[in-house]
């Protein structure tokens, strides 16, 4: 169960965790509107099923291809939407020291899933080094701070960009 592509496959299910835990057990964004601007006009229920599609889509294309420029995709992807989300929730549970739901399974569920997913991808060359990690970090915290002041349409606008990497990375760089 250690290999890239199946720690993959645990991340939707690890979405839909983390979602009961801020929408069905405790109210996410009530807490989030205290803090926050309104600026995601999309249903929870909404989200879950972009995130979770979009994802769907990225695993599937890298279990068909299993190259690197996919992976380092399906990587960037769950930092910027589980990494940077589960500090979201503590840095900020600690901030306003009023408990953020859905830290609980940022903390146990997302941060260690995606160690792992990291630590395969080392393992298996999908990953060659930290300042790969870090830039993937950095950009996952731009992603995700672009969409919490902009709103879903940041979403689909890395998603298209992510779509020109892949293609510039697995097909005209493999040309030249």
């Known amino acids: 169960m250690n290999k890239f592509e199946n720690l993959l496959a645990l991340a939707p299910l690890v979405y839909i965790f983390h979602h009961t835990e801020e929408h069905i057990i405790f109210n996410f964004r009530e807490w ?5 601007l309104d600026n995601n006009f999309l249903s929870t229920e909404e989200m879950l099923m972009r995130l979770i599609g979009v994802f769907l889509i990225i695993l599937f294309i890298h279990l068909s291809t299993k190259n690197r420029p996919s992976a380092l995709i399906a990587i960037f992807f769950l930092i910027g939407s589980q990494v940077v989300n589960a500090v979201f929730h ?8 009023d408990f953020s739901p859905g830290s609980i399974t940022a903390t146990l569920l997302y941060l ?3 160690y792992f997913i990291i630590k395969a991808a080392f393992n298996e060359g999908f990953l060659r080094n930290r300042i790969e990690v870090v830039m993937l970090f950095f950009l996952g915290c731009v992603t995700f701070a672009l969409f919490e002041m902009l709103g879903p349409e940041v979403l689909a606008i890395s998603t298209l960009f992510c779509a020109f990497y ?7 760089m493999k040309t030249r």
């Open 32 to 36: 989030r509107l205290k803090y926050f």
């Open 90 to 97: 503590l840095f900020f549970s600690f901030y306003y020291n």
């Open 112 to 114: 260690p899933l995606n």
């Open 166 to 172: 892949y293609v510039y990375s697995a097909y005209i």
